[in-house]
């Protein structure tokens, strides 16, 4: 890293750019050994991920992609990366789902005629699990993991920690064989569901939000960031970005406690 950036001295980069530069290299050799990746091979969409939680502008994120891109070509190595931050933005505000909320999600579960399809929105509120990934379930998915009950079906982990969703899907695997798929609904068909309950009670909510809220309680039980990550589908910087949440908001809490009593 030293011999690029005494390149750009050479080049007659100013001092302000070099430092910017050197910040930006060590920070990418975090990324690199966090994930065990080398120059040669790593996750692009896990580095826009990785820096948008500290370069938060355009601009800042653009800086960012081209120290990169410098320090990739002095070592020979071609490859052209995204200058532009992802708009899906690993960083989104996070949004916990409220009780009355959730209650009001169950009241709606109740009213449909198929359990099948309640207990698909129910992974999708409880599991975080999208239409498409519930498509992918067997009954054989469903199983232990040292006394936990958990689904595992490839890269699908979860761990069931409601207690309704564990009822039914215990009563799904004592009725049907293990090779049979776990619910027979449609992932259209719970796609289609879902957005229509949203739209009837009015919530902005998107299966991306129960899943940060799994996340959360996964987190609140006090599991480990790494096994968070693992059974949760999230990626690293968005299960520490709402560790982060939590843990201020619980922080404010205990000071907001203690100054009352002092009051």
């Known amino acids: 890293m030293e011999d690029f950036l005494s390149s750009l001295i050479e080049d007659g980069y100013k001092k302000n750019t070099i430092d910017t530069y ?7 050799r975090t990324f690199l050994d966090l994930y065990g990746y080398d120059l040669t091979d790593f996750d692009e969409d896990k580095l826009y991920g990785y820096f948008s939680s500290r370069y938060r502008t355009e601009k800042s994120f653009r800086t960012a992609m ?23 933005g690993e960083f989104q505000e996070f949004r916990p789902v409220k009780k009355e909320e959730f209650d009001a999600l169950y009241s709606q579960l109740s009213r449909l005629k198929s359990e099948d399809l309640q207990t698909a929105l129910l992974m999708i509120f409880r599991l975080g699990l999208s239409p498409a990934e519930i498509g992918k379930l067997k009954v054989s998915s469903y199983g232990y993991f040292m006394g936990i009950p958990v689904l595992t079906e490839k890269k699908i982990k979860r761990f069931i920690i409601d207690n309704e969703l ?7 695997r004592q009725e049907k064989l293990p090779i049979a798929p776990l619910l027979n609904v449609r992932p259209a068909t719970v796609k289609v569901t879902f ?27 006090g599991l480990p960031i790494d096994i968070v990550v693992e059974y949760s589908g999230r990626s690293l910087e968005r299960v520490s970005y709402i560790n982060r949440v939590l843990n201020l908001r619980s922080k404010a809490e205990v000071i907001e406690k203690k100054l009352k009593k002092r009051d």
Do not use: C, W
């Not at 009837?200 to 809220?213: E, I, M, P, R, S």
């Open 66 to 88: 081209s120290a990169i891109q410098h320090y990739l070509k002095f070592k020979g190595i071609k490859r052209r990366l995204k200058f532009v931050p992802p708009e899906s």
């Open 22 to 28: 050197r910040r930006v290299l060590r920070y990418f």
């Open 195 to 221: 957005h229509r309950i949203m739209k009837q009670l009015g919530f902005n909510l998107t299966v991306a939000d129960f899943k940060d809220n799994y996340v959360a309680e996964l987190l609140k039980i």
């Open 166 to 172: 564990k009822e039914r899907l215990e009563s799904i």
